[in-house]
């Protein structure tokens, strides 16, 4: 208790020294929010674009004549390498500037984009969808450094609470997206959709986004060969998750390839206690504030996007739903989730991030808990509806929570790798979800409609699991002052 005392004391003192908005600037010094809407809409069209690609794969199929097997990667082309790189993109943020960082990213993006929505072939396809992902891997953890250097305070709890709402409110706006534009543009048009959003942001970029105060070399302060085991194990791991549906996940296949991502991530972390510079400093994982909000972040993403998952094997096979039918059923879920992250900018200050996540995860797992009853003859307002708007109000709070924990404690040279590291547990957080349920949901004997409860009985086990664990390693974070509160 002492020292976390004496710790706080020091957070405290640094809240009024920092005129540059760097994360212990004081609340007195307020920043524009036009940079935030920026971010954000880059963020937003980074996130919409996971997702609404799901809803058109039907279609590409049939245009491009994919084989068998081989639609898969048109998505996890794009989760490989954002996955896989982010961790490296989050120090580049760090070592060449977050300005440079994010508006390479966002060019990157941009243009991938452009490919995916010409593209003549599959093979093309599934490249452009590759860069797409390293575009995301460069443009999302500079964009959240960037907001965590710039707001301080009640601003800095406000503006992640945006981002929190962004990252669970897109994903359920791109299936309603992915249904309009398939319908009325063709499947085209979701990859095209991005290149004058892309552009007018880039533009507005160049005069809004701050440059950073010294750049570093990117080149000589790089590990490089801890980052070519990083990336190698993050590819490893989000590769053998994201296919774990399609070949079980007792597989001898799904084992071996977790076997071996679990020791390139372990080769990572010897070489990095043995470098002079390292790309993941190990002390950064005494770091109690990050690791409790990695933790949550990839307990919480699991649990929503395995709601999104088993809600569209539902809604589709049982009740037969159209794809555009169905992005209009999410709908509802993704206004509760930014409505629960607004209300957790309010909240914040005054119960801590503890208390907030706590409570979060308690209503996904009581939403979870609801879905438990949904059978086969159950409609969607009084049978789904329910169940999806308690996941959603609870996820509302937990993701800018999360967040708010996660860089409270975090020094601005490393505000961009903590970032990459939050965006890494989202994308892996979001790879499980998708692999447990749908393994759980395949697992069970009745049909979907069996499948679909066990699998939220599984998602409400994981919200107890993690909110047990958030109650007692979690700390206190109170962003309307700066300071970190000083409780076990």
Known sequence: MHGLRNRSRVTAADSTRDPAGTPGAPDSQRRPWSLLVLLSVAQFMVILDATVVNVALPSIARSLSFGAGGLQWVFTAYVLASGGLVLLGGRAADLAGRRRIFLSGLAVFTAASLASGLAPTAAVLIAARAGQGLGAALLTPAALSIITTTYAGAQRAAALGAWGAIGGAGAAAGVLAGGILTSWLGWRSVFLVNVPAGLAAGLLALHMVPRSAAARRFGRELDLPGAA???????????????????????????????????????????ERRTRRPLLPPRIWRTRSLVAGVLVMLGATGVLVGTFFLNSLYLQGVQG???????????????????????????LPQLGSRLVIVAGLVLMGGGALLLTTVSARSGYLTGLLPGLLVIGAGTGLVLPAAAITAMSDIAEEHAGLASGLMTAAHEIGAALGVAVFSAVAVAVDGGIAAGYRHGFAVAAAIAAGIALIAAFAAPVVRPAAGVRVAVH
């Open 321 to 347: 739903s159209s794809a555009l039918r169905v992005g209009l059923e999410f709908l509802p879920l993704a206004l509760v989730i930014g409505a629960g992250a607004h209300l957790a900018s309010r909240l």
């Open 229 to 271: 085991l990083a990336v190698a194990g993050l590819v490893t791991i989000v590769y053998t998750l994201a296919g774990a549906p399609a070949h079980g996940w007792a597989s001898a296949r799904t084992l071996l390839l977790l076997a071996l991502g679990v020791v390139l991530l372990a080769a990572f972390a010897a070489v």
